[in-house]
């Protein structure tokens, strides 16, 4: 179970020499502005695939038994801006289960429809600084969950979806996370069968959350509702449409359908940047600088406000359950595309 466990932080990026002559020098790698051109930023994210599809350390995911039958040399990388523009390279069209990124956009609905202070009430917007399943955690925090982004607040989160029925509630989830893609996005039953037939620790989690009076729906209905919404099928190119929506104040730039509130895209972002790699945000923030989320069928999304979305897709995770390859990719492109919301460049006369 060691991707349970997340005891070993982010990879160490020492190596990967992002501010030598390695990466293309760009006069565009600060937060402010706009993403280069389609053409600059497909022969980037050419790099980064070429780069790093190599390596091969990580393994795939297998204590969800049909995660375990991942390709493991499967690499996509696709970026989305907000003005729609979309490139992409590898296995970037391969559909995957979206499991834990679902967490951020399902928040973003349910803020949307509850507003910044009752969510903020009722599920919590800090880091636990333990493992994303924790027990201890909840039983700590008095029953808080503390933040939407683990599963104790994901499950809760989920459980507050509009909606007198599981039914309901599951259509809610289902069409908002697919206006987020663009498109709509299908069940994958296989996934969903197996995690169903491994989920007792959520099934857990959510009794507990009940005991201490925050599940006011049946916890079992909700745990069911939050596995389906962890087995909907993605791939890349979704992943950047969705977090581009983000980075565009709650637009889908391809559709033009307005989401969500822009006040929801800034409540999700902070949660992201603070929660989004689990304990070991501070990590991410320090070394790639972007909002993000993982999941652990290797995906990873991204978000530069104002700027577009990336997502990636690797199946082999380190230790902490991260894609090996996209956290790469993902800092690479940090910082050759712009990408770093705290990077700046003296300014005035």
């Given at each position: 179970?060691?991707?349970?466990?997340?005891?070993?932080?982010?990879?160490?990026?020492?190596?990967?020499?992002?501010?030598?002559?390695?990466?293309?020098?760009?006069?565009?790698?600060?937060?402010?502005?706009?993403?280069?051109?389609?053409?600059?930023?497909?022969?980037?994210?050419?790099?980064?695939?070429?780069?790093?599809?190599?390596?091969?350390?990580?393994?795939?995911?297998?204590?969800?038994?049909?995660l375990?039958?991942?390709?493991?040399a499967?690499?996509?990388?696709?970026?989305?801006?907000?003005?729609?523009?979309?490139?992409?390279?590898?296995?970037?069209?391969?559909?995957?289960?979206?499991?834990?990124?679902?967490?951020?956009?399902?928040?973003?609905?349910v803020?949307?429809?509850?507003?910044?202070?009752?969510?903020?009430?009722?599920?919590?917007?800090?880091?636990?600084?333990?493992?994303?399943?924790?027990?201890?955690?909840?039983?700590?925090?008095?029953?808080?969950?503390?933040?939407?982004?683990?599963?104790?607040?994901?499950?809760?989160?989920?459980?507050?979806?509009?909606?007198?029925?599981?039914?309901?509630?599951?259509?809610?989830?289902?069409?908002?996370?697919?206006?987020?893609?663009?498109?709509?996005?299908?069940?994958?039953?296989?996934?969903?069968?197996?995690?169903?037939a491994?989920?007792?620790?959520?099934?857990?989690?959510?009794?507990?959350l009940?005991?201490?009076?925050?599940?006011?729906?049946?916890?079992?209905?909700?745990?069911?509702?939050?596995?389906?919404?962890?087995?909907?099928?993605?791939?890349?190119?979704?992943?950047?449409?969705?977090a581009?929506?983000?980075?565009?104040?709650?637009?889908?730039?391809?559709?033009?359908?307005?989401?969500?509130?822009?006040?929801?895209?800034?409540?999700?972002?902070?949660?992201?940047?603070?929660?989004?790699?689990?304990?070991?945000?501070?990590?991410?923030?320090?070394?790639?600088?972007?909002?993000?989320?993982?999941?652990?069928?290797?995906?990873?999304?991204?978000?530069?406000?104002?700027?577009?979305?990336?997502?990636?897709?690797?199946?082999?995770?380190?230790?902490?359950?991260?894609?090996?390859?996209?956290?790469?990719?993902?800092?690479?492109l940090?910082?050759?595309?712009?990408?770093?919301?705290?990077?700046?460049t003296?300014?005035?006369?």
């Amino acid at each position: 179970m060691a991707y349970l466990e997340r005891q070993t932080p982010l990879p160490d990026f020492s190596t990967d020499a992002v501010h030598s002559d390695e990466v293309p020098e760009q006069e565009n790698v600060v937060s402010t502005g706009t993403l280069p051109e389609v053409e600059r930023v497909h022969a980037l994210i050419e790099t980064a695939h070429e780069r790093y599809r190599g390596l091969d350390d990580g393994k795939v995911a297998d204590y969800i038994p049909s995660l375990g039958e991942a390709d493991p040399a499967l690499f996509g990388i696709s970026v989305c801006g907000v003005g729609g523009q979309t490139t992409s390279v590898g296995d970037s069209t391969h559909p995957f289960s979206i499991q834990s990124i679902s967490k951020v956009f399902v928040f973003a609905l349910v803020c949307h429809e509850l507003g910044h202070s009752e969510v903020s009430r009722r599920v919590g917007v800090n880091n636990t600084g333990l493992p994303f399943n924790s027990v201890m955690a909840l039983e700590l925090s008095d029953g808080d969950p503390r933040n939407p982004l683990v599963n104790a607040g994901a499950i809760t989160t989920t459980s507050l979806a509009p909606g007198s029925t599981a039914a309901e509630k599951w259509d809610f989830v289902q069409r908002g996370l697919s206006r987020f893609a663009g498109r709509r996005l299908e069940l994958d039953e296989k996934v969903y069968a197996s995690e169903s037939a491994t989920n007792q620790r959520n099934m857990a989690i959510a009794r507990l959350l009940q005991s201490y009076g925050r599940m006011h729906v049946d916890p079992i209905q909700a745990t069911d509702v939050y596995t389906r919404q962890c087995s909907l099928l993605v791939t890349a190119e979704d992943l950047a449409v969705m977090a581009a929506t983000l980075a565009n104040g709650g637009v889908n730039p391809i559709t033009r359908e307005k989401v969500i509130d822009a006040s929801v895209c800034r409540d999700t972002l902070a949660v992201m940047a603070t929660s989004g790699l689990y304990e070991f945000s501070g990590d991410w923030l320090f070394e790639v600088g972007i909002p993000a989320k993982s999941g652990v069928s290797g995906g990873i999304v991204t978000v530069a406000p104002g700027k577009g979305g990336l997502g990636t897709f690797s199946p082999r995770l380190d230790p902490a359950g991260n894609s090996v390859r996209g956290q790469r990719a993902a800092r690479f492109l940090s910082h050759s595309l712009g990408l770093d919301i705290f990077a700046s460049t003296p300014g005035g006369a």
